[in-house]
């Protein structure tokens, strides 16, 4: 599976963006779907997930109520829809998929596209 992430960009603080995650491959929709970031100086972190039917989500508490993972099997995509946007959502952003239940940690993941650019300003 190839994943390619877009949608990062410059946005002022409240604002929102969708960022999207195209997959390669016809097994697309077998794989648990994961949206991580890492900020400068930090780690990686868990963002939001989505099951591989996209019948469960689950977020990090940090971005609940205003981020919704969702994806569309058909069209092989992952979309991450941010609200409400903070400076501390500042980071560069990663899809990744897996088959695996542990939807938080990142090492359950075998893909990883390359990263999207989001910046908040305050």
């Known amino acids: 599976v190839q994943l390619q992430a877009c949608g990062g960009a410059l946005v002022q603080a409240g604002g929102s963006l969708r960022l999207s995650c195209a997959a390669s491959g016809r097994t697309f929709s077998s794989y648990a779907m994961g949206w991580f970031r890492q900020a400068p100086g930090k780690e990686r972190e868990f963002v939001a997930a989505?099951?591989?039917?996209?019948?469960?989500?689950y977020y990090a508490d940090s971005v609940k109520g205003r981020f919704t993972i969702s994806r569309d099997n058909a069209k092989n995509t992952v979309y991450l829809q941010m609200n409400s946007l903070k400076p501390e959502d500042t980071a560069v952003y990663y899809c990744?998929?897996?088959?695996?239940?542990?939807?938080?940690?990142?090492?359950?993941?075998?893909?990883w596209g390359q990263g999207t650019l989001v910046t908040v300003s305050s």
């Open positions: 989505i099951s591989w039917s996209g019948g469960s989500t």
């Open positions: 990744a998929a897996g088959r695996t239940i542990y939807y938080s940690d990142y090492l359950e993941y075998h893909y």
